[in-house]
């Protein structure tokens, strides 16, 4: 199970701070994606320890690839067929709260991670909110960014670990 709610009431409280239990990469690549992932874990409370293709923190020299890498945490959730978090490519139209976002700013390769924090109805339709870290942000919305291409990761829930 995936509680949205939990998972965005993470991201509400953290966006502009760091939480000790969690290494900030800030200074070593960026924190968005360790960021939007501590988001998902609260969310599900599930980790993968799948060597190499799990989904993992347990410090910062014990973490799966996943955790911290956009690439990598697009890769897991939309081929995850065991513990953890799971989810589909959708148009961002279809956004819900908890889902994640990724940014590529040179039309090649995704860069940036965010979560959806809000879907606001007005002034117009479809205005997804977001929250991120290294630029940090909570309810900036997404059209502010400059982007050549965003793509939506909307989960679909989480497995329990066997």
């Not at 969310?43 to 410090?59: A, E, K, L, Q, R």
């Amino acid at each position: 199970m995936y509680d949205r709610d939990k998972a965005v009431s993470y991201a509400n409280q953290w966006a502009f701070s760091r939480n000790p239990e969690f290494y900030a990469f800030d200074e070593i690549g960026g924190d968005c994606t360790n960021f939007v992932s501590q988001c998902i874990y609260a969310g599900c409370g599930v980790m993968n320890y799948t060597p190499d293709f799990g989904w993992y923190y347990i410090s910062p020299d014990d973490r799966s690839a996943a955790w911290t890498g956009v690439q990598y945490l697009y890769n897991f959730l939309t081929n995850n067929e065991g513990a953890g978090p799971y989810g589909v490519l959708l148009p961002l139209p279809l956004a819900e709260r908890g889902d994640v976002i990724q940014l590529s700013f040179d039309g090649i390769s995704f860069a940036h991670t965010l979560i959806v924090t809000q879907i606001r109805l007005f002034p117009t339709p479809g205005n997804i909110l977001i929250a991120s870290h290294s630029a940090d942000s909570l309810n900036r919305p997404l059209n502010t960014y400059s982007y050549q291409e965003a793509r939506l990761i909307h989960i679909l829930g989480a497995r329990e670990a066997e």
